[in-house]
């Protein structure tokens, strides 16, 4: 039996499509920003906000929500997606969801409606760390003429994704070395096998490596990094914007560098969704909103 509240699905990428189809098992969903092949049939799609919105009591926005505040982030969508229109069709407390609301927030925050980031959820960031590895890993098989058997990689971060990464790695066969300021994370890594340096020491080691993998959201790739990187390295940077490069400084080296954002979205959108979907359930179960 679903619950009686309305839910709409508004913008985003593939993984949103799956997103959407799980939350319609538990609420009439509808979806809006798509079109019918992505968004399965036991969805209501509406190809257009023109075309009328239900009233609705749960708003799922994408992540990063919108780029300027005004439109959602819907890369699928024919016509464009206002965000003010999204507010107009929602019910006394409702409760909107979305990733990194940025600029938008302001306009949720004077029409007096509660925002959630789900992105800030421990959850999701737990349950995203093996998709953001596996497409690190169909990455650097992509870009490396050489087998990650054997390659020498340089991880920078042992978190959640640095941990589970280091852990993939380490049993495809890579030689890992982890760079963290922790002492205790070093040592983590260390039980997994990998070696371990604190970031003191990249630049003494740094052109060792066949792979630099960066999942540090702070410039630890400085210029004086990069000057001892060999030319034929590959870095690969999982960090969230401004990432941990110093771009200006690797394009003026020639360095190969590849930004690989949102990772669970490209390359496992199926998962990446599912996940999504249950982080904004278990949510609303805290918010006793998913009774029927």
Known sequence: MKNHKTVIVAGGDLRYGYTAAA??????????????QIIPDQVNLIESAADGLPMYDILVLPMPVSDDGVLVNAPFSQSNLSLKGLISRLRPNAVV????????????????????????????????????????????????????????????????????LAYTLHAMG???TVAARDVVKRAQAEMLGCRSIPFTELETCAEQFDVICNTVPAKVITESVLEKIREDALILD?????????????????????????LPGKTAPVTAGEIIAKTILHILEERRMTDA
Do not use: H
């Open 23 to 36: 939350l319609a098992e538990k609420f009439e969903t509808y979806a809006v920003g798509f079109t019918r």
């Open 97 to 164: 969801l979305g990733g990194k609301f940025g600029k938008s927030k302001a306009l949720f925050e004077e029409a007096g409606i509660e925002t959630v980031d789900y992105l800030a959820c421990e959850e999701l960031s737990t349950r995203n760390a093996v998709p953001t590895a596996e497409g690190a890993v169909q990455m650097m098989l992509e870009e490396m003429p050489c087998t990650i058997y054997g390659s020498k990689v340089l991880l920078l971060g042992f978190g959640r994704i640095g941990s589970r």
């Open 238 to 262: 999982l960090a969230s914007k401004p990432g941990g490069i110093d771009w200006d400084a690797a394009q003026k080296l020639g360095r190969r560098v590849v930004w690989a954002l949102s």
């Open 174 to 176: 890579a030689e890992v």
